[in-house]
């Protein structure tokens, strides 16, 4: 089973930024894709971007143009660079990654890393 660790969440003013980070560890097979989704208390998880293995990415309509995803193929990471932070970007974000396990996908999440932006 894959290993996520997050790190780089926490506390900034509505304007700012943080970085997320995502490695990816104990997997056999190839990883897909990669992203983040994140959760409110209350509410269901929403996608906040996603980056395939070839590079195709895809945004929520609310992130695009503030943040920016990456990935590092070799070292099985993922980023998440959040600009021009909103109060309402505040919530628990999720590393997520599919592994491709023969014709099956296999998903998987990390424990979660609050971002709290205060206005």
């Known amino acids: 089973q894959v290993q996520l660790v997050e790190s780089g969440g926490g506390s900034v003013q509505a304007g700012g930024s943080l970085n997320l980070s995502c490695s990816a560890s104990?997997?056999?097979?190839?990883?897909?894709?990669m992203g983040w989704y994140r959760q409110t208390p209350g509410k269901q998880r929403d996608l906040v971007a996603t980056i395939s293995r070839d590079g195709t990415i895809n945004y929520a309509p609310v992130v695009e143009g503030r943040f920016v995803i990456s990935r590092e193929n070799t070292k099985d990471v993922v980023s998440l660079q959040m600009n021009s932070l909103r109060p309402e970007d505040t919530a628990v974000y999720y590393c997520?990654?599919?592994?491709?396990?023969?014709?099956?996908?296999?998903?998987?999440w990390g424990q979660g890393t609050q971002v709290t932006v205060s206005s």
């Open positions: 104990g997997h056999i097979f190839t990883l897909t894709v």
């Open positions: 997520y990654v599919e592994e491709l396990i023969g014709a099956t996908i296999r998903g998987d």
